[in-house]
T-cell receptor, first 115, second 114 residues
Framework: AQKITQTQPGMFVQEKEAVTLDCTYD???????LFWYKQPSSGEMIFLIY??????QNATEGRYSLNFQKARKSANLVISASQLGDSAMYFC????????????FGSGTKLNVKP | DVKVTQSSRYLVKRTGEKVFLECVQD?????MFWYRQDPGLGLRLIYF???????EKGDIPEGYSVSREKKERFSLILESASTNQTSMYLC?????????????FGPGTRLTVL
C-alpha cells in the first residue's frame, strides 16, 4: 500500500532559524511526485514545493527546499530563516503517475515559530 | 485568478439529515476530489471524479456519495448525517491525466453534525 509518514506531530523553531520537517514515503512505482503543502489556521491548503522521482536535483522555491533522498524514500522540507507567518500545519503528499492522479497525504506537522 | 470554491465555510446539521456540500472550479479541470481532514489523520480521500458523470471510490467512501453532472461542479452528499461525520471537508481539482500538477484546494467546509 502507498503510504506517507510524518513522524513529527508538532515542532517549535526560533524565528530566523532553519527547520526541517520529515517525510518518508512508501511506493514501488517508478514514477511519482512528492508535494509539500502549508495549511494556516484559516484552513486553505497552499502548495509550497514539488519534487519528481526522476529529478536529479533537489527542488527549491525561495526559502523552501526539499531534501530528496530517493534510496531512503525520504522527502524532507527545509524552511530557512523561519518567519512568524510560517506557523501552520504542513502536509507531505505523494502523487502516483498511473493512478488517476490520486494523492496520498501524511498526517501533518504543526510548526510553531517563536519570536 | 484560478479558483476552487465551496458552498459553505461552516455548516451545522442534525443527525439523520441529508447534507450537500458543493464544490465549483473555474479552471476547466478534469479531476476533482473530496477529502475529509481530521486531527492526526491528515487528509483522507472520500471520492474522486476524472470526468463528468464518472466517479471512483477513495479510501473512506462509506456513508458518502457524489455527483458530477457538470465539469465544473462536484458535489458530496451525506445521505443520513451522523456525528462521526463531523469534520473538515476539502475539495480539490487537478488539470488532467497527463503530466503532474499540484492540486488546487477550496477553502474547506467545517461540518458539525449534532
Amino acid at each position: 500500500a502507498q503510504k506517507i509518514t510524518q513522524t513529527q506531530p508538532g515542532m517549535f523553531v526560533q524565528e530566523k532559524e532553519a527547520v526541517t520537517l520529515d517525510c518518508t514515503y512508501d511506493t514501488s512505482d517508478p514514477s511519482y511526485g512528492l508535494f509539500w503543502y502549508k495549511q494556516p489556521s484559516s484552513g486553505e491548503m497552499i502548495f509550497l514545493i514539488y519534487q519528481g522521482s526522476y529529478d536529479q536535483q533537489n527542488a527549491t522555491e525561495g526559502r523552501y527546499s526539499l531534501n530528496f533522498q530517493k534510496a531512503r524514500k525520504s522527502a524532507n522540507l527545509v524552511i530557512s530563516a523561519s518567519q512568524l507567518g510560517d506557523s501552520a500545519m504542513y502536509f507531505c503528499a505523494m502523487w502516483r503517475e498511473y493512478n488517476f492522479n490520486k494523492f496520498y497525504f501524511g498526517s501533518g506537522t504543526k510548526l510553531n515559530v517563536k519570536p | 485568478d484560478v479558483k476552487v470554491t465551496q458552498s459553505s465555510r461552516y455548516l451545522v446539521k442534525r443527525t439523520g439529515e441529508k447534507v450537500f456540500l458543493e464544490c465549483v472550479q473555474d479552471m476547466d479541470h478534469e479531476n476533482m476530489f473530496w477529502y475529509r481532514q481530521d486531527p492526526g489523520l491528515g487528509l483522507r480521500l472520500i471520492y474522486f471524479s476524472y470526468d463528468v458523470k464518472m466517479k471512483e471510490k477513495g479510501d473512506i467512501p462509506e456513508g458518502y456519495s457524489v455527483s458530477r453532472e457538470k465539469k465544473e461542479r462536484f458535489s458530496l452528499i451525506l445521505e443520513s448525517a451522523s456525528t462521526n461525520q463531523t469534520s473538515m471537508y476539502l475539495c480539490a481539482s487537478t488539470p488532467g491525466a497527463s503530466g503532474v500538477e499540484s492540486q488546487f484546494f477550496g477553502p474547506g467546509t467545517r461540518l458539525t453534525v449534532l
